[in-house]
């Protein structure tokens, strides 16, 4: 008996050796309850035993007793609320360094420069967080920007191009706040003094007109020069934002849609149009902010494709580049270039 005394202590702590051997490795054991993906909404304040036990009970860990050992190895790391996506198996261990991460799951949201707010509700759609149709109700109310730009009608050309880290629970309202204050923090960084709806307004046609970034500079300086010159800017991006603002876009330019009258059709109204027709990035709003100094007052796509314009300082350089484009288009296509504009587009980009 007394040897058995003796012997009884050692056992325990192996006993305990082991037992705490196999909690540690229990803990770390990669364990997938669940099929698919699914999501874990941690809320402030949510004590660590809850969250074991809804943890355990999505299948993360395999009971809230692995979690909770996971936390006992670990008691002062502090947990981050937010929302987490879980689809592969992983230790109980892992799951807790990821919450303590704040590694929370977002929908990275793309907004690409020249969009419109059509575009961006089919986008907003296309990645799950609400309807086209609520992004747009949302976007035509622009109290949001109201105090900066009191001209606005709408969110137009104030929700910034940019890629946006949201929340799967997102609403359609609060995007719109978070592409407005975007759209502060460059206008800001500009520069931009007083209201800059007209501001905005030119460099969301900047935006539409070019992709080439070196020409931005001179395409606001020759709408400037038409400006200046009470000429209508004859911009066909802003056709086609009439016809979508009237529910009449088929994809193409047609020659109702150039007669149409309407306050954004720049064919029909002189000036610039009452705002912005997209959502114009950076380089387009310092573009129309500095604006430049050039004599040229038309401008013309390139026949090569290149997204180049070609620009004139009077009507007959002009209507030569005109020419030279019809010939180079037709030239592509294989056919005679037209002495007299068809159905379809009345004239080129000038």
């Not at 004590?47 to 190895?73: I, N």
């Not at 929340?167 to 592409?179: I, K, P, S, Y």
């Not at 030279?324 to 159905?343: E, I, K, L, M």
Request: aromatic residues 8%; proline residues 5%.
């Amino acid at each position: 008996m007394r040897g058995l005394r003796r012997w009884l202590p050692a056992a325990a702590i192996v006993a305990a050796a082991v037992g705490g051997v196999a909690a540690y490795l229990e803990v770390r054991t990669p364990y997938r309850g669940f099929t698919g993906e699914v999501f874990y909404e941690l809320k402030r304040g949510t004590g660590t035993l809850t969250m074991a036990r809804e943890l355990a009970a999505l299948g993360v860990v395999r009971t809230p007793w692995h979690f909770l050992g996971a936390r006992l190895e670990r008691p002062r790391i502090a947990l981050q609320a937010g929302e987490y996506r879980f689809a592969e198996a992983a230790g109980a261990d892992q799951v807790l360094a990821r919450i303590a991460r704040g590694d929370v799951y977002y929908v990275e949201l793309t907004i690409p420069e020249g969009s419109n707010l059509f575009e961006i509700g089919e986008i907003i759609a296309k990645a799950g967080l609400g309807s086209a149709e609520e992004f747009r109700r949302a976007a035509l109310d622009a109290e949001a920007i109201r105090d900066l730009a009191p001209s606005a009608t709408s969110l137009e050309g104030y929700l910034y191009p940019s890629t946006y880290q949201v929340g799967r629970h997102v609403n359609t309202v609060e995007l719109c706040r978070r592409m407005t204050a975007e759209f502060r923090k460059v206008w800001a960084a500009l520069g931009g003094q007083g209201d800059p709806h007209a501001t905005v307004t030119l460099a969301s046609l900047v935006e539409k007109e070019t992709g080439v970034p070196d020409e931005r500079d001179r395409v606001a300086g020759v709408y400037v020069n038409r400006l200046e010159a009470g000429m209508r800017l004859d911009c066909d991006p802003t056709v086609i934002y009439a016809a979508l603002l009237t529910g009449a876009w088929r994809g193409t330019i047609y020659r109702s849609d150039l007669d149409r009258r309407h306050p954004y059709n720049t064919y029909q109204t002189a000036g610039l149009p009452p705002g912005p027709i997209a959502n114009p990035g950076k380089e387009s709003l310092l573009a129309a902010l500095n604006p430049e100094p050039t004599k040229a007052i038309y401008f013309v796509a390139k026949a090569d494709g290149s997204g180049g314009h070609v620009f004139s300082e009077s009507l007959a350089a002009h209507e030569r580049a005109v020419a030279s484009y019809r010939r180079g288009t037709a030239r592509q296509h294989g056919r005679a270039a037209p002495a007299v504009a068809g159905r379809k587009k009345a004239k080129p980009r000038k």
